[in-house]
């Protein structure tokens, strides 16, 4: 599964990658919503298809992954048979750095958010992928993939409130320390640090890619509300002005688009909030998926049609992920 690429070192963005890999969720067969889960995968893997993505579905058994129903999926190229503890490959599965023209791993620990969940198996599935890893200094820190956004012009954003509560530590220049030792050892051009709370229902914390994400090198989109009655409105306030501040320091980054949340985006379910985000979207170098409500589909989809994007579009009902507190974006992989 490794690919060439033109330029000789440099981070990998995912609006460069065309191929995802996603988590079977056999763990969830027993739970109210695994049909509608699957839906969501059936949907993924059918715009995958029309948009010429490829995708591995790493499945405990070869008999689960046809349950999905589609004829590509049973070629051995579109499986791995490895058990995980659950879905959210986005968070266990290293990023990716291009070292010499060759996709090497960015390898950091993981502990399921500050050992809320299972997870010694998702730690090992790397190993089932054949690729190399490039030392950043990163091993002994706990970090994940969707706290981790990159540019393909040497743009790193995190945010530290997830990796403090994660490591389950104080110590923001210990972080920081490293993070900026891992910037220069890989010719990283710019590395900025968000310090904001996670939105309401979010189990990782604070994960960036809830907050800001980036559809070109120089572009960013991020989490933003005018709606003062709206759960998460302090929080796109807070954001806002490290925004602001941050288009003032960057030479790389030249627009920022606000994504704008209110109360029709809030997914409640028996009196718990659960942690919706238009930026947990899907991206590739041949579309971009955005997650959308029931209630929303018709206002995400006025929203992002002017967004300066040259690749189609879609949305994806999400609320069967978010029942178990991910979206869209975390899960999924981009190799």
């Not at 969940?117 to 730690?123: D, F, I, L, Q, R």
């Amino acid at each position: 599964m490794k690919n060439m690429i033109t330029n000789a070192n440099k981070l990998f963005a995912d609006y460069e990658s065309d191929h995802i890999v996603m988590i079977y969720p056999h763990m969830y067969q027993k739970t109210y919503f695994y049909n509608n889960l699957l839906d969501i995968y059936k949907r993924l893997i059918d715009l995958f298809n029309i948009n010429n993505t490829e995708y591995t579905v790493v499945t405990k058994n070869k008999f689960d992954y046809m349950k999905l129903k589609l004829d590509k999926i049973h070629s051995s190229k579109n499986t791995i048979e490895y058990e995980c503890d659950d879905i959210w490959i986005r968070d266990y599965f290293p990023k990716i750095y291009i070292d010499n023209n060759n996709k090497k791993l960015i390898n950091y620990d993981f502990n399921s958010y500050g050992y809320k969940y299972s997870y010694t198996k998702e730690v090992k599935l790397k190993n089932m992928f054949e690729y190399q890893f490039v030392d950043a200094y990163l091993d002994d820190i706990v970090l994940e993939g969707g706290n981790l956004e990159f540019s393909s012009e040497g743009v790193i954003l995190t945010n530290m409130n997830s990796i403090l509560k994660n490591n389950k530590s104080n110590n923001n220049q210990y972080f920081i320390d490293k993070l900026l030792k891992a910037k220069n050892k890989l010719e990283v051009s710019e590395l900025f640090i968000f310090d904001v709370p996670e939105i309401i229902g979010d189990d990782t914390n604070g994960h960036i890619d809830n907050l800001v994400r980036f559809i070109d090198s120089n572009t960013i989109l991020y989490f933003a509300s005018k709606d003062a009655s709206y759960q998460n409105y302090q929080l796109a306030c807070k954001l806002e002005e490290q925004i602001e501040n941050i288009m003032n320091k960057s030479k790389i980054i030249k627009n920022a688009i606000p994504i704008y949340h209110d109360k029709n985006d809030e997914l409640v379910v028996n009196n718990k909030i659960y942690p919706y985000s238009k930026l947990n979207f899907i991206a590739t170098k041949n579309m971009f998926i955005f997650p959308c409500l029931e209630k929303n589909k018709n206002s995400i989809e006025l929203q992002i049609k002017s967004l300066p994007i040259n690749a189609p579009l879609y949305t994806v009902k999400c609320e069967a992920a978010l029942l178990e507190n991910g979206g869209l974006h975390c899960l999924t992989a981009n190799i």
